[in-house]
């Protein structure tokens, strides 16, 4: 049987509604309402941010809390002999406990994560549905919803170094018993699929979330205008294939509360590659477009990032041959995904 744990990314795989019940118990957690809007900052003298590190500097029992938001709307339309249209909506937050338990003399870190609370609120052509941690579920609820049950105060680890590089994530295996155990398949997968869920957990939900709250930093020191770029891990995909960069740059520095903040833009630089197998396949992509913008506020007293929110915009046009009731025709598919994230640290 295969497993994959991109669930907790995008996981629209529900159907219908489930029941709105009272909690168990309380929940004794940091509310999950977030914030949109830009910070209330006030402006600072650039001339006085010179050689300015934006490296993680963390310590031994340092405890810090985000708070994550992902709110996505994806539209597609698929025209053949009629056209069919679907569009979902979904809005999914986790409230995260960071805890260092480490720091090697490399400046490692060892982080110990635990996702405290989760709610999710999505919309399919007008079908709502709902999650919420903490809230008592029926058994076939429980069974909907068993990715978000089985993360739910089950912690696991990273590793971290000073620039956001995330080394390995540990400890997974707990999160992805949980889910097998609450899928009743504990007893029926062999240990070679067991091994393969639980790299799926790792590598493809739990470290695109930590990646979230360290991204890829530079090593060398800033001042405003100051600009750089990351290359990210290419995507690929049955149809084609994402190579992504992000360029940063700083604009400037300004004053939170009592801490100094760096104000950067990031711009994301795409190139998509359609695959030669979908080409074989008689599959063609018409003009694909993949960009996204951000403004990240990196904490100088902290050295965390205080909010990051991000904008990405994917537009896909195919078309192929595919059988229908009248025969083979040309079926074309349109789909536009816009993808909302939101870090606050709490």
């Known amino acids: 049987m295969k497993l994959t744990a991109l669930f907790f990314l995008t996981a629209l795989f529900f159907a219908g509604c489930n029941k709105s019940e009272e909690p168990q118990k309380p929940e004794a957690t940091k509310s999950l309402q977030f914030d949109t809007t830009d910070l209330k900052t006030e402006p600072l003298s650039a001339d006085e941010f010179r050689d300015v590190s934006l490296t993680y500097n963390l310590t031994k029992g340092m405890k810090f809390s985000y708070r994550l938001t992902s709110i996505s709307e994806d539209l597609q339309s698929i025209i053949a002999d009629t056209t069919l249209s679907q569009k979902i909506s979904q809005t999914i937050t986790y409230i995260i406990d960071a805890d260092v338990k480490e720091v090697d003399p490399s400046k490692v870190f060892e982080l110990e994560f635990k996702f405290t609370s989760i709610g999710l609120s999505a919309d399919m052509n007008g079908q709502k549905f709902s999650y919420r941690s903490g809230v008592k579920l029926d058994s076939v609820e429980r069974l909907k919803y068993t990715e978000y049950e089985a993360m739910i105060n089950n912690p696991f680890s990273a590793r971290v170094d000073q620039t ?14 949980k889910v097998l155990s609450l899928r009743g398949l504990t007893d029926s997968l062999s240990s070679m699929e067991k091994k393969t869920f639980q790299q799926d957990v790792s590598e493809g939900a739990l470290k695109p979330l930590v990646n979230q709250i360290f991204r890829k930093m530079t090593e060398k020191k800033v001042a405003k205008d100051s600009g750089w770029t990351v290359l990210q891990p290419p995507v690929t995909l049955p149809v084609f294939s994402l190579n992504n960069s992000h360029f940063y740059k700083v604009t400037g520095f300004e004053k939170f509360n009592d801490d100094k903040l760096a104000i950067i833009d990031v711009n994301l630089i795409s190139k998509i590659v359609i695959s030669p197998e979908a080409k074989k396949g008689g599959v063609t992509v018409s003009n694909p477009s993949y960009s996204g913008q951000g403004k990240f506020y990196f904490n100088l007293n902290k050295n965390l990032f205080q909010k990051i929110s991000t904008k990405t915009i994917m537009v896909l046009n195919m078309e192929m ?20 994230n939101i870090l606050e640290l709490l």
């Open 321 to 340: 041959m595919a059988p229908t009731p009248s025969g083979m025709k040309k079926l074309k598919r349109q789909q536009r995904t816009v993808t909302k």
């Open 164 to 177: 956001g590089e995330i080394i390995e994530i540990l400890r997974a295996d707990r999160i992805a018993n």
